[in-house]
């Protein structure tokens, strides 16, 4: 299985968080491939900046790798996908996790409910 983590996923995954049931720890760390795209960085460094998250920034690029999962860049066809997505969600880094997930295809682990009605892709953790 090839998933992409969604932001909180990732960050939960890093502090080793009960939010993480362990059957998804487990197909975290049991997937063929595990993406973290940078579209979460960017929200990271957003809300960093802002005071509304406490992180090193450097260490969760740093992170991805360690932890060996690949990074997801952004790319023009992610863009024309999330054109393409009804305006259910506003948050503009969740409708491009779903774009990513809909255009590689990949499985966009979340615990946002509003993005499951997207697509099937979204499994709700």
């Given at each position: 299985?090839?998933?992409?983590?969604?932001?909180?996923?990732?960050?939960?995954?890093?502090?080793?968080?009960?939010?993480?049931?362990p059957?998804?720890?487990?197909?975290?760390?049991?997937?063929?491939q595990?993406?973290?795209?940078?579209?979460?960085?960017?929200?990271?460094?957003?809300?960093?900046?802002?005071?509304?998250?406490?992180?090193?920034?450097?260490?969760?690029?740093?992170?991805?790798?360690?932890?060996?999962?690949?990074?997801l860049?952004?790319?023009?066809?992610?863009?024309?996908?999330?054109?393409?997505?009804?305006?259910?969600h506003?948050?503009?880094?969740?409708?491009?996790?779903?774009?990513?997930?809909?255009?590689?295809?990949?499985?966009?682990?979340?615990?946002?409910?509003?993005?499951?009605?997207?697509?099937?892709?979204?499994?709700?953790?």
């Amino acid at each position: 299985m090839r998933i992409l983590l969604d932001t909180h996923v990732y960050l939960w995954w890093l502090e080793d968080s009960s939010n993480l049931s362990p059957s998804v720890a487990s197909a975290i760390a049991t997937a063929d491939q595990v993406f973290v795209s940078t579209a979460s960085i960017w929200e990271a460094t957003i809300k960093s900046g802002i005071g509304k998250l406490s992180v090193d920034i450097d260490q969760l690029i740093a992170e991805i790798v360690s932890n060996g999962f690949q990074e997801l860049p952004v790319n023009m066809q992610h863009v024309a996908a999330l054109a393409r997505l009804p305006a259910i969600h506003k948050d503009p880094f969740d409708r491009m996790l779903l774009a990513q997930a809909i255009s590689e295809p990949l499985r966009l682990l979340s615990a946002d409910k509003i993005l499951a009605s997207y697509s099937d892709l979204v499994d709700l953790i």
